[in-house]
């Protein structure tokens, strides 16, 4: 039963470390980040089903709360990236100064 769940992160962690690694786009960088925190919490929902502990629930809601945090910060980054230099490339970051 969590083999087909763990193979599923690994696919989905694979996924978003290509889109992290791939795209130059803001938007899509932060987009594959959530793809691989929601595999981190798969993985983490199977192994605590495999021996039947809530650790792994317990750990999603923690990955969970990480996950909305992170968005709140980049979200806020990205609007102002977008507000200063009109685009949401990642090369347009190393030009923000505070």
Known sequence: ?????????????????????????????????????????????AAGARWAQADGQIMFLFILTLSAAEVSVALALVLQLYSRFNTLDSDAASLMRG
């Open 1 to 45: 039963m969590t083999t087909p769940a763990l193979f599923l992160a690994g696919i989905l962690f694979a996924l978003g470390l290509i889109g992290l690694l791939a795209r130059r786009n803001i938007l899509f960088m932060l987009m594959s980040v959530e793809i691989m925190l929601n595999a981190a919490g798969l993985a983490f929902i």
